[in-house]
């Protein structure tokens, strides 16, 4: 007896043949700038990815196994049912987060990934950058910003003992 949910009718043997085939083809990256900066932020957004998908996995892991007994008790004629929306969530959120670079051509043009954020980032980094006056200027705006975070925090902390 099978554990896999029944494929649809409009997959083929051949089809599941061909995605097989394009598995193992790795695909290429695309060549980048090699320098030292660049191959930080690649590291530091890899990591970032690698926490995502961990988090992903420890969350999915018990969640598939209630979707499982809910497909078993509540949805007896199609017990796979919310089993297969799982599938495809994990399949959204693989795409999202994008782990080896790989799914940049299966996402929808409108879909967003973790590189258009890490982008989005570095763009805001750079211009705080830039409108600071370079790493000095940057390192007094974050002290700046962490002075006033404390601050905001003793504020509450203040409050909080008020109240009591």
Same mark, same amino acid.
């Given at each position: 007896?099978?554990?896999?949910?029944?494929?649809?009718?409009?997959?083929?043997?051949?089809?599941?043949?061909?995605?097989?085939?394009?598995?193992?083809?790795?695909?290429?990256?695309?060549?980048?700038?090699?320098?030292?900066?660049?191959?930080?932020?690649?590291?530091?957004i890899f990591q970032i990815r690698l926490a995502m998908d961990g988090l992903?996995?420890?969350v999915l892991s018990p969640v598939s196994i209630l979707v499982a007994l809910?497909?078993?008790?509540?949805?007896?004629?199609?017990?796979?049912?919310?089993?297969?929306?799982?599938?495809?969530?994990?399949?959204?959120?693989?795409?999202?987060?994008?782990?080896?670079? @790989?799914? &940049?051509?299966? #996402?929808?043009?409108?879909?967003? !990934?973790?590189?258009?954020?890490?982008? /989005?980032?570095? =763009?805001?980094?750079?211009?705080?950058? @830039?409108? &600071?006056?370079? #790493?000095?200027?940057?390192?007094? !705006?974050?002290?700046?910003?962490?002075? /006033?975070?404390? =601050?905001?925090?003793?504020?509450?902390?203040?409050? &909080?003992?008020?109240?009591?």
């Open positions: 007896m099978s554990t896999e949910p029944p494929l649809p009718a409009n997959e083929t043997d051949a089809n599941f043949d061909h995605q097989n085939e394009a598995a193992e083809r790795p695909r290429r990256l695309a060549p980048k700038p090699s320098t030292r900066t660049q191959l930080l932020r690649d590291v530091v992903r996995d420890l809910a497909g078993i008790l509540f949805s007896p004629k199609d017990p796979h049912k919310f089993f297969r929306r799982l599938m495809a969530l994990g399949h959204r959120s693989d795409v999202f987060i994008n782990l080896f670079n @790989a799914h &940049s051509d299966d #996402a929808a043009p409108d879909a967003r !990934s973790t590189s258009d954020y890490a982008n /989005k980032f570095e =763009a805001i980094l750079a211009d705080e950058f @830039a409108k &600071s006056g370079g #790493a000095s200027g940057l390192t007094a !705006s974050a002290k700046a910003f962490v002075d /006033k975070l404390r =601050a905001r925090r003793q504020h509450s902390s203040r409050q &909080s003992d008020n109240d009591v």
